[in-house]
């Protein structure tokens, strides 16, 4: 395997927008809130800044085609810049493109900002796409939520689980991430739910209720990254840096070929256990401290704890009802509330996720700050579909160089 | 010769709206409706056409065999879907039938199906005869109340035949009873009365008359006479005046179906034909600005054929679908508020479409000839991980493949005309897999392990171009009758 990325790269600042319905802003005006705590938070200048990345998801709903909104808005002079777009995991793209040009020597300090304007649709989820593509033909009529809710029953049909106990577990990782959320003065989602009323809100796609599913927001989020070397130059004493990135897209098999029996994502292991390696993390349920991971729907966060190799398979129903994922569990999950009440601006989600565990770490989250000084935490994306879709896994960590 | 009839199928929708919830929701406004509130009408789904139920009809009457032998198809309706656009082609294509064929449309006339039933026993080579109608009407007509939607096909050609053709006759006039123009969006119609007496009465029988007398037979020769009317008495009226038996008179269906209009002919014949025996005479006529007969004579081998479901295999696959406002919103008779959700583009691009009909039409994938694994779509490299091999797939049609359902959800978000949207991953018991819509079941029974044999239905419908695209869709398999 290549030596991979880990700790060659630090990130000197990081920033995000509020989520929510920003019914008032512009996605160039995101674009400036996130950029602008970023730049404090690193103390430097635009003209410092070498490179920039631009990931979004749906960029015809607001800024179109191109990384010449990116530039352009945040007044950033004749730099390299780059629109990234990987559904979901865009917002982790596009860091991973700063990173590595960092890591490349191509470029000192890099810049990658995720944003999305999804709440201009007219309509609560994801933007349609535009025109449509050949999938458009022979496709069903799926949703997010209808594909993601598949999840659960193959997962009951595989492992005999109780369809009641698995909604139970579901409903307990809506319940944990809406009371992180009550924290977070930054999340779409400040308030508190019941068990019951997650159990008993309306049908979604069977089985995913309404609370069973994250809703999308407008926001960005921002990071800025350099040399570990540069980074102490520039004054800054505790760093975290990059211990992993891993991007696994499908082969097409789980769509086309008879070997994947739907309860699980077979991009998320293979990124983990790339990302692992590329971290030297052998024992994941011992050497994580958080993670932030794509938990669009319960369904998707209840497997992907199975996918991370952080609870044995047929295991994350008993080990979220046991709290080992509560804020105040062994490993939180989403403890700033995730894309369920942070919200998912899809661009910038796989930002947002690294954000939270860099403010962690550097111990500065607030009223949601994990007490036991966490060094490690990871960040997971799924873009598309379960059954034909990729994956990013970022692993930040205390920089010990 | 031993040319005649070699196979026959029916299609009629799952769907059943009792005629009574329409009369309750209709009287208000036209008392005089009580009086045809018996019984229940087939009714298509949202994604069911003439297009979609012809295809079924066929599939019905073919049962997966080789269809190479079928050198033109011929498709009656009123109601085709398609102005300019032949109808019979996208029924080839669906059907996978060779590219060398001839096809042609007919329609116009409320006898066209036994028209292109005449015509294709002007030929010599096998013809597969189709006919649909899924009629348009007026909320509260008569016409919205007897009417049914439904299809029926009909194999001709040589080889061993379940039925000889032993007479044919037509005649033409101008009598108009009822019209649609290209004005008009529905049928104008005179008053029942004058029908009967002035043409039904006195235009079908000298032509029932002809049929008979050219096979050098009586009225007591014939052991069922198919005869489609709403018209009270109609067929017995006829009956009696050329001398057939009042009990060789076939029920029209309409207690249980209506009259499914272009197709009703061939409808009751697929019907006659699975009770009848060797020697039974069939005489089929059908009105409209004059009539056709044709007389047929069953044989030996009607003992060794069978449709998939048939007329009476549909009609006992029923689901009552007592919403009235659902069948107008299926039809467009009411302005529905669908979303913003329902307004994507679902522009077709053609070339995408031509360029691509194997998988969307015709439902074939690849087969890899390195490794076997079937796929779909068929793609330059081949799916299997172990494999990958490289333009090694041969085509293969997934449309007869009985897959298993291995995830699914009922999805009450993404926009469907009838929600919830219920699909998932089918695993194609012989190899290959695709997410496809599940329709025609009560999202209750869907189940992983549950089978599901093919459809073709309408995807999508695009109301700003007035185009509608067509797929495949899954539907559970377990009404196939055993050893069909």
């Known amino acids: ?401 | 010769m031993n040319f005649g009839i070699l196979a026959y199928g029916a299609y009629l929708p799952r769907r059943r709206l009792p005629r009574r919830s329409m009369i309750e929701a209709n009287a208000w406004f036209d008392s005089s409706l009580r009086g045809l509130g018996k019984g229940e009408r087939t009714m298509c789904g949202w994604d069911e056409d003439p297009i979609t139920m012809a295809v079924d009809a066929a599939r019905d009457a073919l049962k997966g065999s080789d269809a190479s032998a079928i050198k033109s198809v011929l498709f009656a309706s009123t109601t085709f879907p398609f102005l300019d656009r032949l109808n019979s082609g996208v029924v080839a294509a669906a059907l996978n039938l060779s590219e060398d064929i001839a096809a042609a449309d007919l329609g116009a006339c409320q006898r066209a199906a036994t028209s292109a039933l005449a015509q294709a026993f002007n030929g010599t080579g096998t013809t597969l005869v189709v006919s649909a109608e899924q009629r348009k009407t007026k909320a509260a007509s008569p016409l919205e109340l007897t009417s049914g939607d439904g299809a029926a096909a009909i194999l001709v050609g040589e080889g061993n035949p379940i039925a000889k053709l032993l007479a044919k006759s037509s005649g033409t006039q101008d009598f108009v009873d009822h019209y649609r123009t290209i004005e008009s969006e529905y049928d104008y119609r005179w008053e029942d009365r004058w029908v009967r007496d002035e043409g039904f009465l006195k235009l079908i029988t000298p032509v029932v008359a002809r049929c008979l007398k050219s096979a050098g037979l009586t009225g007591a020769d014939v052991t069922h006479f198919c005869l489609p009317t709403t018209l009270a008495k109609g067929a017995d009226a006829i009956a009696k005046k050329v001398g057939i038996a009042p009990e060789a008179v076939r029920d029209n269906l309409q207690l249980v179906c209506g009259d499914t209009g272009t197709a009703h002919p061939l409808v009751m014949l697929a019907d006659v034909l699975a009770v009848a025996k060797p020697g039974d005479r069939i005489l089929v006529a059908a009105f409209g600005q004059g009539a056709d007969a044709l007389l047929f004579e069953v044989t030996e081998a009607i003992k060794d054929f069978a449709p998939v479901r048939g007329v009476q295999g549909h009609l006992a696959r029923r689901k009552e679908e007592p919403n009235y406002i659902k069948f107008l919103a299926f039809r467009d008779g009411i302005d529905l508020e669908r979303g913003i959700r329902s307004e994507q583009d679902k522009q077709t691009p053609l070339a995408m479409m031509w360029r691509n009909r194997a998988a969307y039409t015709s439902m074939v994938g690849g087969k890899c000839t390195k490794c076997g694994t079937p796929q779909y779509p068929s793609s330059r490299i081949c799916v299997n991980p172990e494999c990958t091999a490289v333009d090694s797939q041969e085509p293969y049609s997934f449309a007869d493949k009985i897959g298993r359902i291995n995830s699914y959800t009922a999805d009450l978000l993404a926009y469907s005309p009838e929600p919830p949207s219920c699909y998932g991953m089918i695993e194609f018991k012989e190899g290959g897999r695709w997410m496809m819509d599940m329709i025609d079941m009560e999202p209750a029974d869907l189940a992983v392990g549950l089978e599901m044999r093919m459809v073709f239905r309408i995807r999508d419908t695009d109301p700003q171009r007035g185009f509608r695209r067509y797929h495949w869709k899954a539907t559970p398999a377990a009404d196939i009758k055993k050893g069909a």
């Open chain 1, 1 to 401: 395997m290549a030596k991979g990325i880990k700790d060659k790269v630090a990130i000197l600042g990081m920033g995000c927008t509020r989520f929510g319905e920003r019914f008032d802003m512009e996605a160039q005006d995101l674009m400036v809130e996130a950029y602008l705590e970023a730049m404090t938070d690193a103390g430097i200048e635009a003209k410092q800044i070498d490179a920039a990345w631009l990931a979004t998801g749906s960029p015809e709903f607001h800024l179109g085609n191109s990384a010449l909104a990116l530039t352009s808005t945040l007044r950033l002079p004749y730099i390299p810049t780059t629109r990234v777009e990987n559904f979901c995991a865009s917002g982790t793209e596009a860091f991973r493109g700063a990173v590595y040009a960092v890591a490349s020597g191509a470029a000192d300090i890099a810049i990658a900002l995720g944003v999305e304007k999804c709440k201009d649709a007219g309509f609560g989820g994801l933007p349609p796409v535009g025109r449509p593509m050949n999938s458009k033909f022979i496709w069903p009529s799926v949703s997010a939520p209808g594909s993601f809710a598949q999840l659960a029953t193959a997962y009951t049909s595989k492992f005999g689980t109780d369809p009641k106990d698995l909604k139970r577990a579901m409903a307990h990782i809506s319940v944990k991430s809406h009371d992180n959320g009550s924290r977070n003065p930054k999340a779409h989602l400040r308030t508190k739910l019941t068990i019951d009323a997650v159990l008993n809100a309306p049908m979604i796609a069977d089985p995913l209720g309404l609370f069973d599913c994250c809703g999308v927001s407008d926001g960005a989020a921002c990071a800025i990254v350099t040399t570990p070397e540069i980074a102490r130059s520039l004054g800054k004493k505790d760093l975290v840096s990059v211990k992993a990135l891993q991007l696994a897209g499908s082969n097409g098999s789980e769509a086309q070929f008879n070997a994947w029996d739907g309860s699980y994502f077979g991009t998320t292991k293979a990124a983990a256990k790339r990302a692992y390696a590329e971290a030297g993390i052998t024992d994941p349920r011992k050497e994580l401290d958080l993670i932030e991971v794509h938990d669009c729907f319960s369904i998707t966060e209840l497997v992907t704890m199975e996918d991370l190799f952080i609870s044995a398979e047929g295991t994350a129903v008993k080990d979220i009802l046991d709290g080992f994922y509560d804020a105040d569990g062994t490993i939180p999950c989403q403890i700033d509330g995730g894309l369920k009440c942070f919200g998912h601006p899809v661009g910038a989600s796989g930002i947002r996720m690294i954000y939270e565990n860099y403010l962690q770490i550097l111990g500065r989250a607030g009223d949601r700050q994990r007490q036991d000084n966490p060094r490690i935490g990871l960040g997971h994306n799924v873009g598309g579909y379960p059954h034909q879709g990729i994956c990013a896994i970022s692993i930040v960590g205390a920089y010990e160089g």
